[in-house]
């Protein structure tokens, strides 16, 4: 009887189902019974603040130190940002190159793949020996994780036009570089968005490994600094800036796919089923 | 109007009777295809003759060739021996002069642009310096041919598998070609929106008065519309014979009670389970 659905996608308009749930009621109420679960299990239990903190310690904690997380989160935010942008351009670049000339990209995809299997966690102390504690090691830390899944997305969505729309453009005269500019590009459009999806979040992995490595800034430098400290309270409140700030950035990605593929079958609500 | 089979090498100059009628000419077609390293004959030694303004079909056993020789004639294939004109010119040529408009089994719609822009697509594709207006001006009147009046704002998901074929027909339709090469455009069609869509195909024949080329599954399909069927088969690829249809025009859902219909309906498939049998 009371049939709630819960998609906001849903067409129904019959009267006797009830209007759909936001989609963030249930999690949120989900969320909110778990953090007071953890709160009395930490009170009834005598948990040691610096094992496990309690939401409201923590919540104490992100209140105390706000000044000096905005600080951290200003300089990580710059990094992810800055980094997610070169990698996105790498990895579109080289999904482009590998597209546009088969015979080199036959050449250099295998060399992608391979490369793909070196744990890049493990080469950050050694971008921090070549270009020392700044920015740079971060970023080319970011690129170097984050610019993979661009480039197969990417590619994968240059190669899922029908080879007969290729051969219709090409009787008509078009060349390999109009095909690809008119057809090829924008067909590619909505992989590359899942691809840039995972990259905002592997760009934020990115920048808190390199500031683990060695850095003086950022909340990676905060979560090392404070556990050392054994301030866990403050640990547990970076962790949770970082989070946030994770998330608003996929959501600032999710947004642009809207605003740019909307044609993406995902939001064509309109789509006919035949 | 299949050409007899001459002993004589493929000559690439016709002879002036052949040109007055026929515009498609292919003599000693054969098509080689290379897969992992071994060359494998996919067409052999075909000859045929399309008259100006007719409607003929392909119709045979999957793997007799008929996809590969008519993407010979859009030229797509270059054959590995004989010679094949269109308009008296090589068929690539043909196709840049927008002699040839092709149709294939997937609509292949552009997902970001609407019906409308679709059905211009391909000729401002063809021609650069043509105006957005023009381009749009003829899409429309090509809308409107394929019956598709008042969806020309419509996305391809917004449409059924038969108005987006639909499109796909007004979108080579614009580039006004003298020949329609279709590659089973109706073949992923459910049955009664394939015999809409035959319907269709006959009325724009009618009125273009386009040569058409289609390569069908269907031998209603192939009965009901053409003028002359080439009946294709296996091992090796080849055309087998060449069947006239003698069915009054002009022709309608009336025409399939006809016992003409009927006759080539049976001799049809005949042809095409003895095909069969040899192939398996």
Redesign the interface.
Known sequence: MTEVVQSGMSQDRSDTVRRPLPDFVPAAGLMIVALLLWELGVRLFNVPEFVVPAPSAVFRSLIESRYHLMVAAKVTAIEVLVGFILSAVVGIAVALVIARFERFGRALYPLIVLFQNVPKVALAPIFILWFGYDMAPKLLLIVVIAFFPVTIDMLAGLQSV?P??V????????NKN?IML??RI??ALPHLFAGLKVAITFSVIGAIVGEFAGANAGLGYVIQFASTQLDTPLVFSALLVISVLGLAFYYVVELAERFL?P?S?KY?T???S? | MMLAETAAPAPSVVSAPDTAEAQIIGRHIAVDFTHAGRRQRVLQSVNISIPRGSFVSLIGPSGCGKSTLLKVLAGLVPPSEGSITVDGIAPEEAAKKRVIGLVFQEATLLPWKNALENAAFLLMTADESIAKSEAFGRAEAMLKLVGLRDAENKMPSQLSGGMRQRVAIARALALDPQVLLMDEPFGALDAITREEMSECLLDIWERTGKTIVLVTHSIDEAVLLSDEVHVMGTGPARIIETLPITVARPRGEESYSEPAFKAAEKRLRGLLIESHRRTS
């Open positions: 029908e007969s729309f051969s219709l453009m090409k009787s008509v005269g078009a109009k008119r057809v924008p067909h593929v044609w079958p064509d309109r789509q006919r035949h």
